[in-house]
């Protein structure tokens, strides 16, 4: 009882509870008005084709425009309000002036080292293209002095995570979209508190929207008190508002600037398989040691500016020399970061360079199947040249509607020879790519609109790693314990459950 109370009364119900009576509100006074004023209708019409004209000059995905554009249409009185209203994807104008200053401040700081990419070009000119285009969008370069580790379940990182947490003598920095307190963010949290007490410098960051059911409100002010410096993502508020749509999904691991972990993996015990919510959970993740470090503490410092609205001095969280020189050559890699606040879509070209460069075979893991017209067009087109193209998605869903969607593209895809398996014994979380034994990412961005258009993601570009290849092992092993989709299991679906598909993909960019 004291538990019903409790969730009855807890932020997500309150301030749900808040947005919903807006809703009805602004409902009711559009009926209300069209009841009572004949040119009200025509209001709204206006309305409606301003939006639906703003919608079509703007810089957005063809695919993100049509599924605003339809509702629109279908409901001209509320429909080009509503979009009027929140249905952009981009934040203030203060918000992207700050980002700006703060984007040119780590463009200062990331200097690409010239003999590094001249290397890489003498290797491959199509690699250092990829890396040139990653390092002018991003911002973040490329290094040769990092070695890479994959790692898979997420119990691998969570063991390796508190060995060198346990190491940090400076500074640890860690930026996540969900934190939930159990298992893994105790056994955290505990070596947080400890190293805040011998004096070093622990600031964690985590989205609001991804903690609302994980965090008890005012979280940050008991870490604040536990020596831990917090700072909220675009915390939640009631309001109807835009700048909801923006999110933090980036995972973010770093410690004394030479070692970095980053990935699919949250710090909640789902992820580590402390308990069962959809089967075995599936994920990766990466540890980096080396130079390319450094790109990571400059992603966490500009948010951090960012959000606590000062100015940071970046070059004393350099990692010390004696850190630096111990790492080996071990190929090429990149971290990087990508905006929602800019107009480059940098990780879905990351990914469509990938695929358009590939000759042999691409291999992917994605928790999501939600494609647009570029991404789905150079699958089909890889796969129509030769390329071995296979998908894992997974086969128990965590969002049925958002399955139902991924599961609507198969068929297309299945057309081209394009391989589609699904995860049986649970959920892949998974977010990786790897490209004829020479290239792969691993990283935080998933294969659907909200984390190729809308949020802040950050990933890992390799090239000739050791990485490469744990990477391309770790998928071919997946496949073992995974169904392979036939064309006859899309086309002996129900009618119902198409017509279902068919609805739901029209408004997957709005989920």
């Known amino acids: ?80 309000l509503f979009y009027l209203m929140f249905g952009g994807s981009k934040s203030s104008r203060r918000n992207k002036r700050k980002m700006t200053i703060i984007g040119q401040k780590m463009s200062d700081t990331l200097s690409q080292d010239h003999m590094v990419m001249s290397q890489l070009c003498l290797y491959d000119p199509k690699a250092a293209n990829q890396a040139r285009y990653i390092y002018r969008y991003s911002a973040c370069p490329v290094y040769n002095q990092t070695i890479a580790e994959y790692l898979t379940p997420g119990e691998k990182k969570f063991t390796l995570l508190l060995e060198e947490l346990r190491k940090a003598e400076r500074y640890i920095f860690l930026e996540y979209f969900i934190i939930e307190e159990g298992i893994m963010w105790d056994a955290v949290l505990e070596i947080l508190i400890e190293k805040a007490r011998q004096g070093v410098d622990v600031r964690v960051i985590y989205d609001d929207v991804g903690c609302l059911m994980k965090l008890p409100y005012g979280y940050d002010q008991k870490l604040e008190r536990l020596g831990i410096k917090c700072s909220i993502f675009n915390p939640f508020k009631p309001v109807l508002s835009i700048r909801l749509n923006n999110r933090d999904h980036r995972k973010i691991a770093v410690i004394d600037g030479h070692t970095a972990f980053t990935g699919g993996i949250n710090l909640a015990d789902e992820y580590i398989n402390a308990y069962e919510r959809f089967g075995h959970w599936k994920d990766a993740s990466v540890m980096i040691k080396g130079d390319a470090v ?171 790693s050791n990485c490469v290849f744990e990477v391309k092992e770790d998928f071919l092993q997946t496949l073992q314990v995974c169904q392979k989709i036939a064309w006859k299991d899309c086309r002996n679906v129900k009618w119902y459950s198409r017509l279902m598909r068919s609805i739901l993909r029209m408004f997957a960019p709005l989920m």
């Open 294 to 464: 450094w790109n990571f503490v400059i992603m966490f410092l500009s948010l951090w500016e960012f959000l606590r609205e000062i100015n940071e001095d970046y070059e004393q969280f350099r990692p010390w020399p004696e850190h630096t020189s111990q790492f080996t050559c071990d190929g090429y890699v990149q971290p990087f970061t990508d905006s929602p606040f800019d107009d480059e879509l940098l990780g879905e070209c990351v990914y469509l360079n990938l695929i358009n460069q590939a000759e042999q075979y691409v291999y992917i893991n994605t928790p999501y199947l939600i494609l647009d017209n570029e991404m789905q067009t150079a699958l089909r087109l890889a796969a129509k040249r030769g390329v071995d193209i296979r998908i894992v998605t997974p086969h128990i869903p965590d969002k049925w509607y958002v399955h139902a969607v991924t599961r609507s593209t198969y068929e297309t895809l299945l057309d081209t020879g394009i391989k589609i398996y699904e995860y049986t014994p649970g959920f892949i979380h998974s977010k990786t790519f790897v490209v004829d034994d020479i290239f792969a990412v691993v990283g935080t961005i998933n294969l659907d609109y909200r984390s190729l258009f809308l949020h802040f993601e950050c990933g890992v570009w390799f090239y000739k």
């Open 1 to 80: 009882m004291l538990r019903l109370i409790k969730n009855l009364f807890s932020r997500v119900v309150l301030f749900g509870l808040a947005i919903l009576i807006q809703l009805f509100a602004l409902v009711l006074v559009i009926w209300k008005f069209s009841s009572f004023f004949v040119f009200f209708y025509g209001i709204c019409a206006v309305a409606s084709l301003i939006a639906v004209l703003v919608i079509l000059n703007g810089k957005s995905n063809p695919t993100y425009k049509l599924a605003w554009i339809v509702p629109i249409l279908v409901f001209p009185i509320f429909g080009g």
